[in-house]
């Protein structure tokens, strides 16, 4: 395993940095959480050509790693910015591995596609699940009808509003998780959105799907979906936790109270610190998921889940630290760290939680 970047992964992470600065803009989030246009940027995505950087070159895509990917998802956690890719990237290694005809059209980014993300079985709940609308308890996964309808509701999905495929699980008869795609325009399929709950740069939506027709993905294993894009929520996760990091560490050093720079205060110090800490264990976890995904296929649901975790918590604590660095201003709208604490509470609930992600962690190991 080699931990340093190659020559081509520092210039897409380059490349990503600056095409990513361009469009971002905390006042447009502060806007669109006023009720403004949340900002849309999947244009600048298929220019980019990221949405194929998971699909073969056979599909039309780029045939990148998923570590790739999960550095560009990096570089747009620092800045915050919306890409729609954390539903599309899933989706896509979905029709890839099917074939799905038209899989070029996505991979170019002409046409988008979002992820219908289901939970596989674990050793707590035998049965997939999807996101609730609202409680603890998660719904049932679609339903596959006899005559290949799928009926059913999958609440919060993200990058759904507006995308041109559904792709993700429904279960059949006899309790089998079969992979479908499903055209967004076919009869049967509402998508209730944009909803926004707390971070205006993510795009959110609830499905319902009422015997729409659907196309069955043969080869495509959607448990391995789920896992790529806890994967990439780590990533972004991770990138915020870069920017609270510097953003803090830099305050520390010119704010002055009682003729020091708060930063030379203990309190201060072990606060950022750990801020450090848990950045670097994150990394260390991810360095795991995106080698495993390749490398070693059957770690790779436990790396995923433990990058899920340690960059869950690391933004949790990073977004709430950098309140504090700064103070009373930390906490107004005159500063972006409530963007911060914003993205961290939004996305430690997403795609099943951190709290699932630690379970799944959990159960790997007692299995093990």
Same mark, same amino acid.
Do not use: C
């Given at each position: 395993?080699?931990?340093?970047? #190659? ?12 095409? *990513? ?5 905390? $006042? ?11 900002? $849309? ?14 699909? /073969? $070159? ?24 919306? %890409? ?12 890839? &591995? ?41 719904? &049932?996964?679609? #339903? ?6 799928? /009926?059913?509701? =999958? ?39 944009? +909803? ?35 994967? *990439? ?15 803090? =560490? ?22 950022? +610190? ?5 950045? $670097? ?5 991810? *360095?795991? &998921? ?18 899920? #975790?340690?960059?869950?918590? &690391? ?19 005159? %500063? ?33």
């Amino acid at each position: 395993m080699n931990l340093e970047l #190659t020559d081509e992964q520092q210039a897409l992470r380059e490349a990503a940095t600056g095409a *990513l600065s361009r469009v971002a803009d905390y $006042e447009v989030l502060r806007d669109a959480l006023e009720g403004a246009a949340r900002p $849309e940027n999947w244009g600048l995505v298929a220019e980019q050509g990221w949405a194929g950087l998971l699909v /073969s $070159e056979a599909n039309g895509g780029a045939e990148l790693s998923l570590f790739d990917a999960m550095l560009l998802l990096i570089e747009a956690g620092k800045l915050l910015v919306s %890409h729609e890719l954390l539903g599309h990237l899933p989706a896509t290694t979905l029709l890839d &591995a099917a074939s799905y005809p038209g899989t070029a059209d996505y991979a170019e980014g002409t046409k988008r596609a979002a992820f219908l993300a289901a939970r596989p079985p674990g050793d707590v709940e035998t049965a997939w699940t999807v996101e609730a609308r609202s409680g603890s308890a998660r719904a &049932a996964a679609p #339903t596959l009808n006899a005559d290949g309808t799928v /009926s059913g509701e =999958v609440a919060w999905v993200v990058d759904a509003p507006g995308a041109d495929l559904l792709v993700g699980v429904a279960v059949d008869g006899s309790g089998t998780a079969k992979t479908v795609a499903i055209e967004t325009g076919a009869s049967g399929v509402s998508i209730e959105g944009p +909803v926004l709950r707390y971070d205006s740069s993510r795009l959110l939506g609830n499905v319902s799907l009422s015997n729409a027709p659907a196309t069955v993905l043969e080869g495509a294993d959607p448990a391995r979906a789920w896992y790529v894009a806890q994967a *990439l929520l780590a990533a972004e996760s991770y990138g915020a936790v870069e920017t609270a990091l510097t953003v803090s =560490v830099e305050y520390a050093k010119e704010r002055y109270t009682f003729g020091r720079p708060i930063g030379s205060y203990q309190a201060m110090k072990h606060g950022l +610190v750990e801020i450090l800490r848990q950045r $670097e264990n994150a990394y260390a976890v991810m *360095l795991y &998921a995106g080698w495993s995904y390749e490398d070693k296929p059957e770690e790779f649901a436990l790396a995923a889940s433990a990058a899920r #975790t340690a960059a869950g918590h &690391a933004l949790d604590y990073a977004a709430r630290q950098q309140i504090a660095t700064h103070g009373g201003i930390g906490a107004t709208w005159e %500063h972006d760290a409530p963007l911060f604490f914003r993205r961290s509470q939004l996305s430690r609930r997403l795609l099943g939680g951190i709290g699932d992600s630690t379970d799944r962690v959990a159960g790997e190991l007692l299995a093990a």
